[in-house]
T-cell receptor, first 115, second 112 residues
Framework: KAGVTQTPRYLIKTRGQQVTLSCSPI?????VSWYQQTPGQGLQFLFE???????NKGNFPGRFSGRQFSNSRSEMNVSTLELGDSALYLC??????????????FGPGTRLTVL | SQQGEEDPQALSIQEGENATMNCSYK?????LQWYRQNSGRGLVHLILIRSNEREKHSGRLRVTLDTSKKSSSLLITASRAADTASYFCATAGKAAGNKLTFGGGTRVLVKP
């Protein structure tokens, strides 16, 4: 099976712009989670989608949003970018119904730089 | 906020030695998972231990879980240069919904 793929791998934006990141989970996986990784805050949970529904959300402002399509592919959007949004954004998928109660398979990440 | 705290933050050992890192957490968990990350890339799942398990092995990895102390340890035996990476513990809480809460990680350097 192909692994989790994320596009683009690298992105440079300027403050105030918006960005959309894409994640394709492993075939058959219906749970997709997003995480932000920064040197200062470490790995932080953004949100999790299952069968097109957001099941859980982390403590991020409303500028961070996501969605999941019927084929389980997911996108996350960040509007009005700030310098502090520069980070590695990781997507993870898992099989079964239980999300984080199962092994998570991570993609390579999208490195976002905000100038 | 991070649920887990990892200790040590960094570890430098010679090839062939064992590496041990610890993770402490704060709330009740469904399971605890360990992941490895090479140079800012994606995370690779190493092992999952459920709250009713005390020890688990996978190849050169040994994980213990003490729910009374809210702590876990990861032992890598006979380390190799390829084990150089950051290692993270992550907890899935009973009440936390479907999310993983990660610790700050331990950076391991294995010198050849």
């Amino acid at each position: 099976k192909a692994g989790v793929t994320q596009t683009p791998r690298y992105l440079i934006k300027t403050r105030g712009q918006q960005v959309t990141l894409s994640c394709s989970p492993i075939s058959g996986h219906r749970s997709v989670s997003w995480y932000q990784q920064t040197p200062g805050q470490g790995l932080q949970f953004l949100f999790e989608y299952f069968s097109e529904t957001q099941r859980n959300k982390g403590n991020f402002p409303g500028r961070f949003s996501g969605r999941q399509f019927s084929n389980s592919r997911s996108e996350m959007n960040v509007s009005t970018l700030e310098l502090g949004d520069s980070a590695l954004y990781l997507c993870a998928s898992s099989g079964g119904l239980a999300g984080a109660h199962n092994e998570q398979f991570f993609g390579p990440g999208t490195r976002l730089t905000v100038l | 906020s991070q649920q887990g705290e990892e200790d040590p933050q960094a570890l430098s050992i010679q090839e062939g030695e064992n590496a041990t890192m610890n993770c402490s957490y704060k709330t009740s968990i469904n399971n605890l998972q360990w992941y490895r990350q090479n140079s800012g890339r994606g995370l690779v799942h190493l092992i999952l231990i459920r709250s009713n398990e005390r020890e688990k092995h996978s190849g050169r990895l040994r994980v213990t879980l003490d729910t009374s102390k809210k702590s876990s340890s990861l032992l890598i035996t006979a380390s190799r240069a390829a084990d150089t990476a950051s290692y993270f513990c992550a907890t899935a809480g009973k009440a936390a919904g479907n999310k993983l809460t990660f610790g700050g990680g331990t950076r391991v350097l294995v010198k050849p």
